[in-house]
Nanobody, 115 residues
Framework: QVQLVESGGGLVQPGGSLRLSCAASGTIFSSNAMGWYRQAPGKERELVTFITSGGGTNYADSVKGRFTISRDNARNTVYLQMNSVKPEDTAVYYC?????????WGQGTQVTVSS
């Protein structure tokens, strides 16, 4: 059974920074690609970024140059460093992975960007 638990969300002012964490258990973490998604009110869930097992990364255009994904395989944790945040970054952020042909999601963590 795969479990993903996000943490680190909260209220941040525009231009500020926040770091999200996603702790994984029950899987061979180091061999899995990991992704961060977000869903804003009234909008569909969208892919923000992902990191491959080899450390390759990909970002949505809306966050390029501001967000950074990284992973610590020793801690079975993936991170999302969010810098220069904007009000439009407000959403519930989810981490996700695919293992043995099945998608797994965390419970989500709320990020609110507001002054």
């Amino acid at each position: 059974q795969v479990q993903l638990v996000e943490s680190g969300g909260g209220l941040v002012q525009p231009g500020g920074s926040l770091r999200l964490s996603c702790a994984a258990s029950g899987t061979i973490f180091s061999s899995n690609a990991m992704g961060w998604y977000r869903q804003a009110p009234g909008k569909e869930r969208e892919l923000v970024t992902f990191i491959t097992s080899g450390g390759g990364t990909n970002y949505a255009d809306s966050v390029k140059g501001r967000f950074t994904i990284s992973r610590d395989n020793a801690r079975n944790t993936v991170y999302l460093q969010m810098n220069s945040v904007k009000p439009e970054d407000t959403a519930v952020y989810y981490c996700a992975t695919n293992y043995a042909g099945r998608d797994y999601w965390g419970q989500g963590t709320q990020v609110t960007v507001s002054s």
